[in-house]
């Protein structure tokens, strides 16, 4: 019999996905480049503020960033080695960014971590630990951790749901991790029901990764679990179905308000990696600097699946897995429907750097588009319902100002509408524009 | 390193991957689907139908290629809307009209109803209609009167160059409005014997609407690979049949549904017309509402208006109406407020 599989009911699109390149490949311990750019400006909030100077010496998992105010999190070196510069380095979206360049001590042995009862921390103590960390959200926006963890008070949080959906096309990396280290994925969920002060959680993974239903579903029966109901949920193959409000949907069937938050209606989503940097940070006292990415894509000579140090330039990874291929016609920083396009390999690895992948002309689309023929069929693909065709006719007619009565300030760019536009139109850049110029 | 390594990479805004849909794509489906129709066509009314479809599809793109370049746009007669338009001008007209009608037609079609009005996608009416409009506005009796008999014996060249009043005959649905059905019957034989060679297409009428079989599995075809929704069709061709069996016959309730369905334009028109992108709404419930008053103006102009046949003008007057009907019927919103929880 068939189980109804669990997912969002409007939208979504299914492009093909591309995994098999990486699925498979055990996740590669990349040696430690010679130099790293450690952006400042990472992610979602405050960029920090270079606590080391030139000429400084740094040991791998020191503080050298702090935010001095507002919302952000800690950096931390990811190498051993001396303080080059601190200048700046190109950045995926910013174009460029302030960084701390470290030339790495090729002598430095490893830092190693020793395990210890966690147990025994109070939920002030966890979060300071994730806090000190410099632990965000490393499978979207970069959201910082410890801040997400401490809902207001009058947020009544009852779910944790862990996100193992990875629905962007070649990306392997959460699916690797929900393979290779089950147990700390687990562990890092039942550290986050203490913090929130609550016993239930659900593992969201689509289907087309069985055999990491299967290890996490193994590890849940093999872990003591206390109190704690963790439940794994198989979701239907279908994107964006690892998209916040989609997945929380398709598990617990409640809805987030445009605007709002998960906690307004009683969740918290985490990444199932970022579950195991939290177990990292708590467990290990282990700073968030090193990162496992896909590098996939018929352009570059040897896909994988392999873990970095943040600040890795791209152009060291592609030396590292041998090359790019003569074909190559796109390099993009994340998966290919939300990722960014870059245009110089000097760009370093960050927190939220899911994969860099190497597409060529046979696989990115690069058709000129034409005029919207009014198909409707970006209005059945996006999963907010949105009407895409609208904004995109207003901003080209100059009116991209009254494009909020189409709800652009909902729409988190997943790309299904432009994903499915048989006219090719930029649908995603349009909307970008017209967040830009209407008014909320 | 590599010697690419130096290299500026392209970059554009996500998503980077597409779907492997065109509009290209879509167009050439929708004239592989007008084909078959076509070949019937010419056994049916002789090779002419063929000149009269091949003449409009080169008026029509010809006409897009001047227009476009009159009005400085990129030229876009690959993607093969105008061949889509110039097919179904000469669908919708008398296999026996002179040659040089589907030219003007297919002028009127491609200049003034699609790109003076903004080229694809922003024509308020289905091009290939007002093409016809124009023409039986402006040549009636031509329009009205160049019917041929169907052929029986597969000489496909026996139409050609004869005058139309010799050949002339007249459509079911001309003889149904003056004769009734006793009347039908007479010319076209018993009423089972009328159902299949209708639904097959051995009947006088337009080049290209006769075949309701044809018809159909193009349309099911397009609706197999999503192109278009069965919504359009089925509520237009279901209202069509309800409405002329409540309304059709001499007292209420006797009206018969099939002939009114397999008879005119229903099946060009429902699969074919009604279902163009640009002139019908998007959402299914307003699919459901537009292909229903399609059905209703169809009848209506059959029953009480001064031409036999209404698909044309039905879909015509519901063409300007899709805006509004955008208005109206908007996609769901996933949660659009705080507070709007489940």
């Not at chain 1, 791998?60 to 303080?83: M, P």
Request: glycine share 10%; net charge neutral; with cysteine.
């Amino acid at each position: 019999m068939d189980i109804p599989f669990l997912t969002f009911p409007k939208g979504g699109v299914h492009p093909e996905e591309s995994k098999a390149l990486t699925a498979h490949l055990e996740t590669e311990i990349m040696p430690v480049p010679a130099e790293v750019d450690i952006l400042l400006n990472q992610h979602f909030g405050a960029p920090c503020t270079p606590l080391v100077k030139k000429k400084d010496v740094v040991r791998e998992g020191d503080l050298i960033g702090e935010v001095e105010q507002g919302l952000g999190a800690k950096i931390h070196a990811s190498v051993t080695g001396t303080v080059k510069n601190i200048g700046t380095a190109p950045h995926p979206i910013s174009v460029t960014a302030p960084s701390v360049t470290i030339q790495t001590d090729p002598e430095a042995e490893p830092r190693t971590y020793e395990p210890t009862d966690w147990t025994r921390f109070s939920r002030e103590e966890l979060l300071a630990r994730i806090k000190n960390a410099g632990i965000v959200g490393i499978g979207g926006a970069g959201f910082p951790t410890h801040v997400k963890l401490a809902p207001p008070p009058e947020a009544k949080v009852d779910t944790l749901i862990l996100n193992g959906a990875e629905c962007e096309p070649y990306l392997t990396t959460d699916h690797r991790a929900m393979l290779e280290h089950p147990d700390q994925i687990i562990e890092g969920a039942k550290i986050i029901l203490i913090i929130l002060g609550i016993t239930e959680c659900h593992v969201g993974i689509e289907r087309n990764k069985s055999d990491a239903i299967a290890a996490m579903k193994k590890a849940v029966d093999d872990t003591p679990l206390g109190g704690f109901h963790i439940q794994v949920d198989t979701l239907k193959v279908k994107y964006p179905q690892g998209s916040e409000k989609q997945l929380i949907q398709s598990i617990s069937g409640r809805k987030v308000p445009g605007f709002g938050l998960p906690f307004d209606v009683g969740v918290i989503v985490q990444n199932v990696g970022t579950a195991r940097a939290i177990y990292d940070a708590v467990v290990l006292d282990k700073p968030l600097y090193e990162k496992v990415i896909t590098i996939s894509g018929k352009g570059i000579q040897r896909p994988a699946n392999i873990q970095v140090r943040i600040g890795t330039r791209v152009r060291d990874i592609v030396s590292y897995l041998g090359g790019t291929t003569p074909d190559l016609a796109k390099v993009i920083l994340g998966g290919p429907m939300m990722g960014f396009a870059i245009s110089d390999l000097d760009v370093p690895v960050t927190k939220t750097t899911s994969g860099v992948l190497f597409l060529t002309d046979d696989e990115v689309d690069a058709n000129a588009h034409g005029q919207c023929i009014h198909c409707g069929w970006c209005l059945d693909a996006c999963p907010m319902g949105l009407s895409p065709n609208e904004v995109g006719v207003y901003v080209e007619a100059g009116r991209a100002g009254e494009t909020a009565q189409f709800g652009v300030f909902e729409c988190f760019e997943c790309g299904c509408c432009a994903f499915v536009c048989p006219a090719k139109r930029p649908l995603v850049q349009f909307i970008r524009l017209a967040k830009r110029k209407a008014k909320k | 390193m590599t010697k690419t390594d130096s290299r500026l990479w392209a970059v554009s805004v996500s998503p980077h991957v597409k779907s492997g849909e065109s509009v290209e794509k879509i167009m050439w489906t929708v004239v592989g689907c007008l084909v078959p129709p076509l070949i019937l066509s010419i056994f049916l009314f002789g090779f002419q139908t063929l000149l009269i479809t091949l003449i409009s599809v080169g008026s029509c793109v010809a006409t897009e290629a001047v227009s476009q370049k009159l009005l400085h746009r990129p030229v876009t007669i690959k993607d093969g809307s105008a061949v889509i338009t110039g097919m179904l001008l000469a669908y919708i007209i008398p296999p026996g009209v002179p040659y040089w009608m589907p030219i003007l037609g297919g002028v009127m079609s491609i200049y003034v109803a699609k790109h003076l009005l903004g080229g694809i996608g922003f024509n308020i009416f289905n091009p290939a209609l007002i093409g016809r409009a124009f023409l039986v506005a402006t040549f009636p009796v031509a329009m009205t009167s160049a019917w041929l008999a169907p052929i029986h014996d597969a000489s496909i060249f026996k139409y050609m160059g004869s005058g139309v009043d010799a050949v002339s005959t007249a459509t079911p649905l001309f003889v149904l409005k003056h004769y009734g059905i006793a009347g039908l019957i007479e010319k076209f034989g018993s009423l089972s014997s009328m159902y299949g060679s209708f639904f097959i297409g051995w009947r006088p009428g337009c080049i290209g609407e006769t075949s309701a079989l044809l018809l159909l599995l193009g349309g099911l075809y397009l609706i197999y690979k999503g192109y278009i929704t069965w919504h359009i069709p089925v509520s237009m061709i279901v209202s069509v049949a309800f409405l002329t069996w409540v309304f059709g016959g001499e007292k209420l309730f006797t009206g018969q549904p099939l002939i009114a369905v397999l008879s005119g334009g229903i099946a060009l028109g429902a699969f074919f017309m009604a279902t163009d992108y640009v002139t019908s709404p998007t959402q299914k419930s307003a699919k459901l509402l537009f292909g229903t008053c399609i059905g209703v103006l169809t009848v209506l102009i059959r029953l009480k208006g001064g031409y036999p046949e209404g698909v044309c003008y039905a879909i015509l007057l519901m063409n300007p109406l899709t805006p509004a009907f955008e208005q109206w019927f908007k996609p769901k919103r996933f949660a659009p407020q705080k507070g709007a929880v489940k």
